[in-house]
T-cell receptor, first 112, second 113 residues
Framework: QKEVEQNSGPLSVPEGAIASLNCTYS??????FFWYRQYSGKSPELIMF????GDKEDGRFTAQLNKASQYVSLLIRDSQPSDSATYLCAVNHQTGANNLFFGTGTRLTVIP | DVKVTQSSRYLVKRTGEKVFLECVQD?????MFWYRQDPGLGLRLIYF???????EKGDIPEGYSVSREKKERFSLILESASTNQTSMYLC????????????FGDGTRLSIL
């Protein structure tokens, strides 16, 4: 079982819709959760982080965390074509130098 | 803002060459990381360092070595480049405290011919 699992997609949504990206993780001791956006040919860019159960909102983005279910999600409201990218979920490692486990990413396409 | 700078965006080298990839961060981060990213395989950790002159193997260290002589600089060395090391290489840094995010450089797309 992989430490972090994401649906690889691709996920296609129409412009203006809500995109929902999901991630599950295996280490119950994980405390920190991150979402990165990666445009094709570019490096990952941090867009959200969440540490506590519940929702965290930042503009059009909402991160949701449920530690009991070991599940973290990212909602993108009013999706725009510029949101088309691969989204990586990352979860902290309990040991080591603040290492992160990364999922393989979900590719999102927003259709104009 | 955190700035992580990788020395080259694109690099072409020949099989058997010794290759150096350089990474510099300007935020006084203790931790630095080297990943490679290949289609379908995601990010794979090669080496990381949590202090000057300290290094730890990641998931795929074979064929690579690293050097960290100064806090801001972390170098990845391909001792004898092979074609299966053609990849996107990403450097990242973070603060020491648990739960801190990693910040990435722009990446180096390395081709070994």
């Amino acid at each position: 079982q992989k430490e972090v699992e994401q649906n690889s997609g691709p996920l296609s949504v129409p412009e203006g819709a809500i995109a929902s990206l999901n991630c599950t993780y295996s280490d119950r001791g994980s405390q920190s959760f991150f979402w990165y956006r990666q445009y094709s040919g570019k490096s990952p860019e941090l867009i959200m982080f969440i540490y506590s159960n519940g929702d965290k909102e930042d503009g059009r983005f909402t991160a949701q965390l449920n530690k009991a279910s070991q599940y973290v999600s990212l909602l993108i409201r009013d999706s725009q074509p510029s949101d088309s990218a691969t989204y990586l979920c990352a979860v902290n490692h309990q040991t080591g130098a603040n290492n992160l486990f990364f999922g393989t990413g979900t590719r999102l396409t927003v259709i104009p | 803002d955190v700035k992580v700078t990788q020395s080259s965006r694109y690099l072409v080298k020949r099989t058997g060459e010794k290759v150096f990839l350089e990474c510099v961060q300007d935020m006084d981060h203790e931790n630095m990381f080297w990943y490679r990213q290949d289609p379908g395989l995601g990010l794979r950790l090669i080496y990381f360092s949590y202090d000057v002159k300290m290094k730890e193997k990641g998931d795929i260290p074979e064929g690579y070595s690293v050097s960290r002589e100064k806090k801001e600089r972390f170098s990845l060395i391909l001792e004898s480049a092979s074609t299966n090391q053609t990849s996107m290489y990403l450097c990242a840094s973070s603060l020491r405290q648990m739960g801190q995010p990693q910040h990435f450089g722009d990446g180096t797309r390395l081709s070994i011919l």
